[in-house]
């Protein structure tokens, strides 16, 4: 059976590819710091001890997969001592046994100036210390395929997932008494663009299938959703027959507690994405994976994430599944 290891299995990325891959029929190994700590869906998977600093547990879990999935995410105030180096164990392990390694790429390698429309031929001129940071691992991944390894780079916008906790949508959209409250944390009508992670896992997944006929790296960009503000609060206002009130996000506590958080000052460096526009070009993977490449209307994927109202959810199973079975 072909197996594959998941690198970050209680992340949002690393979560749905190992999802969409065990439904594809793969076994699913997991390298964590505490397997005792696994969320529910993930219990069935083989689980192993190991951190992604220690090259040698993750040589010892890679030993018979055909696919790393790279999903480790440390938190923004650890990028400049832990993102290249533990990423750099990952690959070194990939190039030693001629893996193909799964990473999530994002919208921080782009300056908006240079759009808003970017594809896989893009410039990458980061104007951040993040961005830079995610330019220089994505030139460790093109260094790999020139060692032995295979890379798929699969770049996406903000996830909106059932079990995203940190994403920005679950501080952004609020249920109300009177309906739903969407905090913009820039100018409503200027365009964002979101993913709905079981569709990325999903066309992740497809894209391994395909492997042995993709080039040693290989990009990708996920259009998903390309919406204002404006445009979200229509169609959950359509999907749910409530109102929905936009509101200003309120930056002005964020910078009152900035003194005392590198993570809020983190957030701080990246508020310019939400004030420029980024769209991503997906032309070269609905070339590649064509009727297989899934795009669940934004209505629904709110629901299913359970951030608006509807019936039993997707949300509702991942993240309660005991209530879920027994209602």
């Not at 090259?55 to 696919?67: F, L, Q």
């Not at 952004?172 to 569709?199: I, M, N, Q, S, V």
């Not at 894209?207 to 042995?212: C, G, V, Y």
Request: aromatic share 8%.
């Amino acid at each position: 059976m072909k197996k594959a290891l998941i690198m970050g299995i209680t992340g949002t990325f690393g979560s749905h590819v190992a999802r969409a891959l065990a439904a594809q029929g793969w076994a699913i190994r997991a390298l964590m710091r505490d397997p005792a700590k696994a969320p529910e869906a993930a219990r069935d998977y083989d689980l192993q001890r190991g951190d992604a600093g220690d090259i040698d547990s993750i040589r010892r879990a890679a030993a018979d997969a055909e696919v790393i999935v790279y999903a480790v995410n440390p938190p923004y105030y650890a990028w400049n001592n832990t993102a290249l180096p533990w990423l750099n164990n990952a690959v070194t392990v990939a190039e030693e046994r001629g893996l193909t390694l799964i990473f999530p790429g994002n919208v921080y390698v782009h300056d908006p100036a240079d759009g808003p429309v970017f594809d896989e031929q893009s410039p990458s001129r980061p104007i951040t210390s993040k961005g830079r940071i995610r330019v220089a691992m994505e030139e460790r991944l093109r260094l790999a395929a020139n060692q032995g390894a295979r890379v798929i780079l699969a770049r996406a916008g903000d996830f909106i997932a059932a079990d995203a906790k940190s994403a920005w949508l679950a501080a952004l959209l609020k249920k109300t008494k009177r309906g739903y409250t969407l905090h913009a944390p820039g100018p409503r009508d200027l365009k964002h663009t979101w993913a709905y992670a079981p569709d990325l896992a999903h066309a992740v997944a497809e894209l391994i299938a395909r492997r042995a006929e993709l080039t040693a790296f290989s990009a990708f960009h996920f259009g998903g959703y390309h919406l204002s503000f404006d445009e979200m609060a229509a169609a959950i206002q359509q999907a749910t027959g409530t109102h929905v009130n936009i509101k200003n996000f309120p930056w002005w506590i964020m910078r009152s507690v900035a003194p005392f958080s590198p993570f809020v000052r983190s957030l701080l460096e990246m508020r310019y994405l939400w004030n420029r526009e980024i769209c991503l070009d997906d032309g070269k993977l609905r070339r590649i994976l064509g009727s297989a490449l899934k795009h669940t209307d934004v209505a629904t994927a709110l629901r299913d994430a359970g951030f608006i109202a509807g019936a039993e959810t997707t949300r509702d199973v991942i993240l309660n599944p005991k209530r879920a079975a027994n209602p």
